[in-house]
């Protein structure tokens, strides 16, 4: 999992919704409770009702940065729900500006001790987010509390003595309205850091320790300040602002939140998943590719999708082949697992992710691997003949190992209670059965080289002493028949940009016998898995990518994964090499074949193929010159060939001896190449121009010996 180095954005990690309902027993034993937000608002270090400029302790006194206006008076609905929440209908109109409250009256605004509460009744009348709310900042590691938001996120985060970094709790805007007016309330009672939307429990974290102190930096409302400067523009309306030095009790915040019976309305409804039904078009829009991988969203429907929303996807996690179900899951940058099956490992069905970010361990579900615990050695199934399939993950820590498994073949997913099964940095374990010593290995990616742990259980770990430098992220390891002799089998290391080693692996220590060779040498090819372990074909591993850096513009989905590829391990005169090929399920897309008989293009001569569509499998045999340059263009691809070299989209690629054959896909968005039996391959992405489909001779000449395009079929359903 590509780790962002921009800090805000690698503390805006992922949200899921903790279980729905914790607050649920508590608005239930306060049915009838009718005490007074006076009382709860008695012992507040400060409150702002956004009538004057001081708060109602006649302390702490405001000052006007920009376009703020205050004592404004809400009428209608709006009037309504703010009495009803327990507040005055008068509210403060942010239009860019900030309140500026400083230290507050003889430094009381610097809260010591280990316990904090922070309120704030809030609307965003656009549903437009983004901006800071309300937080005595400064720098990260000086941050004592900060109320912020996100486009499409509230989040709230505290620095304690015994955390490095901060603690952080998400709700996404989604789940609760995004301009609708909320009660936002964050609860550290010295243990558990917990965020309150409207009353209903959102998210929680594990901080450790009193606050931070010393925090020389301002209380702001609608601004945060950095070392250097402060950040403002948030437009919205705040009707009140609380501060208090301890944690309030839940039936506290059942009253500041409008009373029980609204908090279990609530929580019902911001605790459901409520699916969107999928657009008409869904899976054929402009530039879906129609025979690759790309996610689909569940709960919006929204163009152009960043790292962490539906419809984005990343690296391929825990490929897994159980009972007949190729397994296939991704990441949605840290925020979850997503989950697609297949029984031919073309046409897949996404289902619901499998599983959520975890803020215990930093905010993240990062990518990993997932076995079948055959013998049931975790130990996690209570019955052995039904073992549990473990996905193993890294919190965005970077230091927890953790895993998550499911007991019904992955259409459920428990995160196991006693995680992480291992702590050391950094992330991607990689799980395998070695047989000959009957236990379970792990390889983790770790700071810039990979570690080797070993363990009987799955649960309990051991570091061995080995180390492999220079291999960096998502490690994937297996053995291969050299030239399909399974009774020679070597071992081989891929690594993240998916260059590979070929050598031994006794148990202990993986011994490479040639240099980093790479797997793939196109633009768009990275953080390989794979499968292996099938069913009747012994020795078949298959593997697939995160073709990485696609454009699909206005689209309800971004990024694809490669198509499905056999690997094979041969002797070539050079060596040993691992070579592509598209896997043989293809066949089953293949429409009517156009065959092309021996062809000579000299240069100057441009040859049309009239072949309609605009997804193609070409296979072909060709002679060329020493001085030749052929140009293939198919659909605004440019696939270019020379006697030792060819090109995908412009890209040089040397090839080892002679071109002689190759194999081309082309979908909407991308064009993979196969060289001379897939001794080298090539994965880029593109953008269709046009709907031809020809061939130039620029220079020397070609002979096509002889040549084959297989229309192809989309793997996606007429309708959904």
């Not at 506290?252 to 019902?268: H, I, N, P």
């Amino acid at each position: 999992m590509t780790n962002p180095s921009d800090s805000r954005i690698s503390r805006r990690k992922v949200f899921g919704l903790v279980g729905g309902g914790a607050l649920s027993a508590a608005a239930s034993a306060f049915a009838k409770s009718s005490m007074p937000k006076e009382n709860v608002f008695q012992s507040a270090v400060a409150l702002w009702q956004m009538n004057v400029f001081k708060d109602t302790h006649g302390n702490n006194y405001l000052n006007v940065e920009g376009s703020v206006a205050m004592d404004v008076k809400l009428t209608g609905k709006s009037l309504h729900e703010s009495l009803s929440a327990f507040s005055d209908g008068i509210v403060a109109e942010f239009k860019g500006g900030y309140l500026n409250a400083g230290q507050g009256t003889n430094g009381m605004l610097n809260l010591t001790g280990s316990q904090l509460t922070v309120a704030v009744r809030l609307q965003s009348p656009k549903g437009v987010w983004g901006q800071p709310l309300f937080n005595k900042r400064g720098s990260h590691e000086s941050l004592v509390f900060n109320l912020f938001s996100f486009i499409d996120a509230i989040g709230f985060e505290l620095g304690t003595q015994d955390t490095p970094g901060v603690s952080q709790v998400l709700c996404p805007v989604s789940a609760i309205g995004a301009s609708d007016w909320h009660t936002v309330i964050c609860r550290y009672d010295g243990k558990v850091l917990k965020m309150f939307v409207d009353g209903v429990v959102m998210d929680e974290a594990t901080p450790k320790g009193p606050l931070r102190t010393g925090n020389p930096y301002p209380v702001l409302i609608g601004a945060e300040t950095d070392d250097t400067s402060i950040k403002a523009g948030w437009e919205g309306e705040i009707d009140y602002v609380a501060l208090w030095n301890r944690a309030i009790s839940d039936e506290e915040v059942v009253t500041l939140s409008g009373g029980s019976a609204r908090v279990q309305f609530l929580t019902k409804k911001y605790k459901e998943l409520h699916l969107l039904p999928p657009r008409p078009d869904l899976y054929h829009e402009k530039y879906r590719p129609q025979f690759h991988f790309t996610a689909r969203q569940w709960t919006e429907h929204l163009l152009n999708p960043g790292q962490q929303q539906e419809g984005w996807l990343n690296d391929p996690n825990g490929l897994i082949f159980v009972d007949g179900v190729y397994h296939l899951f991704a990441q949605r940058w840290a925020k979850c697992w997503i989950h697609a099956v297949s029984k031919d490992m073309l046409h897949w069905t996404e289902v619901l992710p499998a599983f959520w970010a975890d803020h215990r361990f930093g905010d993240g579900v990062q990518s990993g691997g997932a076995v079948y615990d055959w013998e049931n050695s975790s130990g996690l199934s209570k019955d052995p003949d039904n073992p549990a399939l473990i996905a193993f993950w890294s919190g965005f820590d970077q230091m927890s190992q953790c895993i998550s498994y499911s007991l019904d073949k992955g259409t459920t997913w428990h995160k196991y209670e006693h995680n992480p099964v291992l702590v050391h940095p950094e992330r991607d374990p990689k799980v395998f059965w070695y047989a000959p010593d009957k236990r379970w290995i792990m390889v983790l990616s770790c700071e810039g080289s990979y570690e080797f742990f070993t363990s009987k259980n799955l649960l309990s770990w051991t570091k061995l002493p080995s180390k492999i430098p220079d291999s960096y992220e998502c490690p994937d390891i297996f053995q291969l028949p050299l030239d399909g002799n399974l009774d020679n089998l070597k071992w081989v290391l891929v690594r993240g940009d998916g260059f590979y080693s070929i050598g031994e692996f006794n148990g202990k220590k993986f011994i490479s016998e040639t240099n980093q060779l790479p797997g793939d040498q196109g633009p768009n090819f990275y953080a390989t898995m794979s499968w292996g372990d099938i069913a009747d074909e012994p020795g078949r591993r298959v593997q697939i990518a995160w073709m990485r850096g696609g454009s699909y513009p206005d689209m309800p989905f971004n990024q694809q994964m490669s198509f499905p590829c056999d690997l094979s391990l041969k002797t070539g005169r050079n060596g040993l090499h691992v070579c592509r090929n598209p896997i043989h399920e293809i066949s089953k897309l293949h429409g009517t074949p156009h065959h092309m008989n021996t062809t000579t293009l000299n240069a100057g001569m441009k040859l049309p193929l009239n072949v309609s569509g605009e997804l193609y499998h070409i296979k072909a045999n060709v002679n060329l010159s020493l001085d030749s340059e052929v140009h293939f263009h198919i659909n605004g691809a440019s696939l270019t060939f020379m006697s030792s070299s060819v090109a995908c989209n412009s890209q040089q690629i040397k090839v080892m001896g002679t071109v002689s054959t190759f194999e081309i896909l082309i979908d909407r968005t991308s064009a993979e190449l196969f060289v001379n039996d897939g001794l080298v391959s090539v994965s880029s992405c593109f953008l269709p121009t046009d709907n031809n489909f020809n061939i130039a001779c620029k220079a020397g000449s070609i002979t096509i010996e002889s040549m084959v395009i297989y229309p192809l079929q989309s793997i996606w359903p007429a309708s959904f």
